[in-house]
Structures are given as C-alpha cells and as structure tokens.
C-alpha cells in the first residue's frame, strides 16, 4: 500500500462554507488545483482564487436544477482509477480523465432542513445525491484519494500537506474515509427515518446515526469506554443545551439530566416545578407558587436521595431558588434559562454544572426509544401517552374531590418517568414518598411509604405526609396488599391502568376502606 501521495487537485463543493476560503487559500498555496461547482466555486472567485468548474471537466452543463453535475465518468472516473493499475491509467488517458486526490463535500442540509419543519417537496431537494455519490467514491479509493466531509478536518489536512511536502499519509486517508462512511450512513439515516414517518409503517429495515459531541472519561463505570453521541435534532434538552460552568459531564450526569428534564418538560406551560433525578429515578418532584417554593417541595420529599442529585427546572432560575440550590451539593442544574444573578449565585460552586436549554422539551412529541439487547435492539414509540379528568373511569363507590383528581394527574404524570414497579404518593402537588424499580409492586408502596416516615421525623412532623396523600402506580395492582399498604401509609385516593383478573377484589378493599380509585385504561411500564 502506498503511504504518501500527492495532492495535485482538489473538488470542493460544499453547503456549509465555514472556513471554506481559507482552506482553499491554503490549499491553492500547496500548488493544488481546484475544482468546484455552483455557489462553492462562485464563493472561491469573489475570494480571488482561481478556480475550474466541473461543467468545464465533464464537458456538460449543469443541469436540472443542479440535481446533475458530478455524476458523469469523468468525476467518478477521477476518484476511483487506481494510480498503480495499469488498466486504470491506460483508461484515464485514452477518455481524458483526470485524477482527483481531495474531494471536499459537507452534503446538502438534509437534516437542518427537517428540524425547521419544511414542507415536504423542500425536504426533498435537500436529499443530496451527487454528494454522497463523490463521497463513497473516494472514500472506496483512500489508498489514493483525500475524502473531507466535515470542517474539523480542514485544519488535520492542511497540517499533513505542510508536514508532507504537499502529500497526505494513508493513515490519515484511511481515517478521512472512515469519518466519511459514518457520514454518509448518518445521512442516510436521517431520510430513512424521515421517509419511515412520511409512511406511518413500521420499516423492513432500521438504522440509527449520530455525531460525536463528547469523548466522555468512561462509561457507568470506570472500565467501560464511553462517549455521546448527538442526532442531530433541535430538541431542547441536555444534547442541546449550553454549559455555563462545571467540568465536563458524565455519562451517568447526562443520562440523569435527561430523565430529570423530560419530566419537567410534561410541566411546560405550567406555575413553577421541580423535578430531582437520582439514578435516573425521580426523589422529589413538586410544584408550587415560587420556583424556590417547588424546589423546596421537591427537596422535602427525600432529602437523602437528593444529595448529589440532579434538579431540573421549567421556569427560568432566579437567584433566591439558586441559594435555596446551594445549600446541598448537587451536580447538574438544568432549566430553560437562568438570570445573571443565579448565574452569579453558582458562581461559587465551581463543581456545579448548570445548562440552560432555551426551551422546554415538547412531551408529546413523537420519538423514537432506542433499547440494544445481545444480536440486535429493540424500537419503540416513545411513551407520550397523556391522560386528562375526562379519561378518568371512576371505579368505587367514593369520587375523588378536585383536589384528589389534580394530585392523581399529578401523580400519574411523575409514574410515566420512575422504573417499573412505580409507586408515587402525592399530596397538594408534591411526590412525598416514591417507591420505584422493586421486583413487588407491594414493596414499592412500603418503601415509598416507608421514606416518608423518614422524612417526617427529619422535618420533626407529627405524621408523614402520606396521611390525605394520592397513589399513583404505573401498572394494575394485582392483588389487594399493594392498595391496603397505602391506605395504611394515609392514602385516600388511588390511580392505576386496572386490568387486573382481580380487579373486582382490589375495588371490594377500596370501598371497604372508604378509598376512591379511578382507572386511566393505559399503563407505564419503564424498564
């Protein structure tokens, strides 16, 4: 395999012109010749640099609109002939076909068009064809040809080529060519998934792709090599999202920060509300009238667990929720926005990440979830299911009061985003015990009943607040002991799915107990 060869001529033509002129300048300064086509070459002649189209290569115009302009043998031709092929310079020759050793290309914006919402002839001019055609190409020939397809590189190749008398190694074509495979796979991905949705079926075949943002110090545990990876999608959340202090993030903070803001986002539009993440499990969710209200709320539910926790917020942070903040160590605080104050506030704790999103995520957006097992993985719809008061089937011989019916909803809302088996008291628009994750839908309703007793002799109260709280359990009690926990703890209202073979049973021991209980017909298994 031949190490160093020469770069004589380059075909640039590119959407994004991010330090499009200087690479060319530099380029052009290492002898190259360039070749370009439409606004690429118009942009490299108002920056006074000499520059052949590809219409004047190929001997066609372009055409169609631009859809035909590389995609003639005396592009594809250049790219792919092999230099030390007899047969293939013989060719090259005799069809007067010049080699190519650089080929810059960023494709069309496929993906930026998507996210802005474009109707959907739009969508499909920007699926760029002659692009990835060049770009797999070269990459197939990277023992002799340069593929760049992202700006990060415009400075490594410059650095070879000065390093190199103007010759690039093959360990660097070899990894250009591995980054352009990825991209071009990625953007594969992107109209495939696309079209999936235009469809409304299930693919025959499903790919996923992503752009690295972060080489992250290791995975869940010291010995696992990790990193995050982005989609590519505006969605407001921890990808999207601006760091204002704090060292990097892990894998484990990302992870949380995503579980907690999801959660909050279900309260956009909503007064003040606070989501604490451990573990990926909610500790304390509330809302209340201030910011530092729902916050404090939220902390009072399980003060233990919201050490080194991560909080998420719905409303833009203000100073006095930042102090209130401070006062335990936390590691990432996320929020729509926060002010110069809270900023300052922070300022102080230096290990505290704090991100802002300029936005709340949209929780009824579909998406996509994402599962590997061993051999393959599995895909399904992300839940968005909502249930409002008209959804609601009363099952016993009690109704629930509107205050009950608003904690229920609550309630239900924070049992969508806890690991399965999920049991969430609620009272006044605040989690006071979360049990979560238990093999037994049972122990979960003793452990979150069992956490507020903690927590009541922590606060010096006379009773835990599950005395007049709600419950909330994201799948069917299938026997009775769950819901006789819970009016043990002080439950006087329960919401579930139902659909239980013994769902006559369990709403005997309701009545019995004086409890109301309603069925939303829809579970939240989370596993």
């Not at 530099?26 to 942009?43: I, K, Y």
């Not at 590389?70 to 060719?91: Q, Y």
């Not at 080699?99 to 760029?128: M, Q, R």
Request: hydrophobic letters at 45%.
């Amino acid at each position: 395999m031949i190490d160093l060869t020469l770069v004589r001529r380059a075909l640039i033509s590119v959407s994004d012109k991010t330090g499009l002129v200087d690479f060319a300048t530099a380029l052009a300064g290492h002898g190259v010749e360039l070749l370009s086509t439409g606004g690429t070459a118009r942009t490299l002649r108002e920056a006074g640099l000499a520059v052949k189209d590809v219409s004047e290569v190929t001997g066609f115009p372009e055409m169609m609109d631009g859809r035909v302009k590389t995609l003639h043998p005396v592009v594809h031709g250049g790219l792919l002939a092999l230099r030390d092929n007899d047969d293939h310079v013989a060719s090259m020759t005799e069809h007067g076909i010049g080699a190519i050793d650089l080929v810059v290309v960023n494709l069309y914006p496929f993906e930026e068009t998507v996210a802005k919402g474009a109707e959907y002839a739009e969508v499909i001019e920007n699926i760029d064809i002659g692009g990835p055609a060049m770009i797999r190409s070269a990459a197939k020939n990277h023992g002799f040809v340069n593929i760049v397809v992202d700006v990060e590189d415009y400075d490594v190749v410059l650095t070879e080529l000065a390093a190199h008398d103007g010759q690039t190694t093959y360990t660097l074509r070899q990894r250009l060519a591995q980054t352009a495979y990825a991209r071009t796979a990625a953007y594969d991905t992107a109209v495939s998934t696309w079209m999936a949705a235009q469809v409304d079926e299930i693919p025959r075949r499903r790919t996923f792709g992503g752009q690295l943002a972060q080489t992250l110090r290791y995975g869940e545990n010291p010995h696992q090599a990790a990193a995050f990876y982005t989609d590519g999608s505006a969605r407001p959340g921890v990808a999207t999202a601006t760091q204002h202090q704090g060292k990097e993030l892990s894998y484990n903070n990302i992870n949380d920060t995503d579980a907690a803001f999801e959660l909050v986002s279900e309260f956009a539009g909503q007064g003040p509300a606070c989501a604490i993440i451990k573990h990926a499990n909610p500790c304390g969710v509330a809302t209340g009238e201030t910011l530092k209200e729902a916050y404090s709320r939220a902390f009072d539910c399980d003060r233990t667990s919201a050490f080194g926790g991560i909080i998420a917020l719905n409303h833009e942070l203000d100073a006095e929720t930042a102090k209130e903040i401070t006062g335990i160590f936390t590691e990432v605080v996320i929020a729509p926005g926060a002010s110069t104050e809270a900023r300052e506030v922070f300022a102080a704790k230096k290990n505290l990440r704090l991100l802002t999103t300029n936005g709340l995520a949209d929780a009824s957006s579909a998406a996509l979830a994402v599962k590997q097992v061993s051999g393959g993985f599995l895909v399904q719809d992300k839940d968005v299911g909502r249930i409002s008061r008209g959804d609601l089937k009363v099952v016993t011989k009690r109704q629930p009061s509107d205050q009950e019916l608003s904690d229920l909803l609550f309630a239900w809302i924070v049992a969508k985003h806890l690991k399965s088996n999920a049991i969430i008291y609620v009272k006044d628009g605040a989690t006071v015990g979360v049990g979560a994750g238990q093999m037994s839908r049972v122990d979960s309703t003793r452990i979150a009943a069992r956490k507020a007793q903690d927590m009541a002799e922590v606060m010096g109260l006379s009773a835990p607040l599950t005395q007049g709280s709600v419950v909330a359990s994201d799948a069917f009690f299938p026997f009775a002991d769950g819901l006789i926990t819970a009016a043990e703890a002080g439950a006087t209202a329960l919401i579930q799915p139902g659909g239980s073979m013994r769902d006559d049973e369990v709403i005997a021991v309701a009545d019995e107990a004086g409890l109301a209980m309603v069925f939303t017909g829809m579970r939240h298994f989370r596993h």
